[in-house]
Structure formats: structure tokens, C-alpha cells
């Protein structure tokens, strides 16, 4: 649950943060409404879950740990380069240095958990947000765009990361939001598995006028 509401100069705060955010994806491969899907999501998980979340830290932490995605190629130190933009342009604003120091941190928790895992409410909110919004079509549809993998084994293996990723989301609120979003993306991975295994395998296939 949230511990209070926004304050004016921090609704003022999140638009500057949005368009940063979307500025830095100009010309880029990473989809701006990723973030923004990222960030409702976070918001209707941050409103069900029983311990107190602090809104600014929350919502600030949804916009700016895709920061990295337009500015350096996909990677595990991500994090850390969105991190360090983040704490450049909190400084420029009248946030207190306590919440700057929380936001910024969970940007690399978010972003680069392999070397800073998510431990306060706010960064395994958006570590959760992030998870679901990849379990929708649209994630699905970005994870296979991405994969080196031939499309019958990313189908596979895909399956199995999936499952992982939603049995480990940190909060039952999380798997409560999840759960549309993740069958939706299940029904268009099968449908594209369908297709693939659809498609023709050889000459038998092929209805050759001979």
C-alpha cells in the first residue's frame, strides 16, 4: 500500500523523468511503452501489497530503470550506466537525498540484479513489473525479436523461462496482476508454435506439379 500520495512537484518530477526516458529512446531499438506499461503495472502492484511503499520511489524507479535500453547495447552492467544517469539528473531536482539514493539503487536492482539483488518493497515491486509486463504478447513478441535462438527452440526454452520467472514474482498481489497478462502471452505463444510446426517441412509439403 502506498504510504502517502504524490505530491505536486513530484507529479512535475515524473513527467521530466518521462520524457527523459523517451528521449533517450529516439532513433533506438527499445520501445518507450514498455516503460509505461512497466510503470501501471508497478502502480496497481504498489496499491494491493500489504507493506508501506513510498509512491515517488516507486513510480521514479518504473521510468528510470529502462534508461539504460536507449543508451548502451543489452547487457548485464546496464544497471549500473541507467544508475548513473539517474543519480546525474536526481541531483538537478529538489528530491531529498534519501529518496535519490533509494531511486537510484533500484535502478540497479532492477536492471542488473545478477550483481544487485532486489531487497526493498519499491525495487521488487518494479523487479515484478518488469517480469509481468515480459510475460505479455508484447514482451513475448520483443523476447523472441531478440533471441539468437531458431524460433523452435526459443518456443521451447521460452516456456520454461516463463514458468520460472512467474513462480518466483515476490508478491502474491503480483501474480493476482500477472495472471491475465501471462495467459495472454501463453495464447500467443501458441499460436505462433502452432504455426511453426504448420509450416512445410519438405518436398511432401510442398504439393509439387508433378
Known amino acids: 500500500m502506498f504510504s502517502r500520495k504524490l505530491k505536486p512537484d513530484e507529479q512535475a518530477l515524473l513527467q521530466r523523468i518521462e520524457n527523459l526516458v523517451h528521449g533517450s529512446f529516439r532513433g533506438g531499438s527499445a520501445?518507450?511503452?514498455?516503460?509505461?506499461?512497466?510503470?501501471?503495472?508497478?502502480?496497481?502492484?504498489?496499491?494491493?501489497?500489504?507493506?508501506?511503499?513510498?509512491?515517488?520511489?516507486?513510480?521514479?524507479?518504473a521510468l528510470l530503470y529502462r534508461l539504460a535500453t536507449g543508451l548502451v547495447p543489452p547487457g548485464p552492467a546496464g544497471g549500473f550506466v541507467g544508475a548513473s544517469v539517474s543519480e546525474a539528473f536526481l541531483r538537478s531536482t529538489n528530491l531529498s537525498e534519501r529518496e535519490r539514493v533509494q531511486i537510484v539503487r533500484a535502478v540497479s536492482a532492477v536492471a542488473s540484479p545478477e550483481f544487485c539483488v532486489p531487497e526493498t518493497a519499491e525495487e521488487r515491486i518494479v523487479a515484478d513489473a518488469v517480469d509481468i509486463e515480459g510475460f505479455g504478447m508484447m514482451g513475448t513478441l520483443r523476447a523472441l525479436r531478440l533471441s539468437d535462438a531458431g524460433l523452435g527452440t526459443f518456443i521451447k526454452d521460452e516456456r520454461v523461462r516463463r514458468k520460472a520467472r512467474f513462480d518466483a514474482l515476490h508478491f502474491d498481489a503480483s501474480r493476482e496482476i500477472g495472471q491475465t497478462i501471462y495467459q495472454q502471452g501463453d495464447v500467443y505463444l501458441k499460436t505462433v508454435e502452432k504455426a511453426y510446426h504448420a509450416s512445410a517441412s519438405g518436398l511432401k509439403d510442398a504439393a509439387l506439379p508433378a
Open 31 to 61: 520501445d518507450p511503452p514498455q516503460a509505461m506499461e512497466v510503470l501501471r503495472i508497478a502502480v496497481a502492484v504498489g496499491a494491493k501489497v500489504s507493506e508501506p511503499v513510498n509512491p515517488i520511489v516507486l513510480t521514479a524507479s
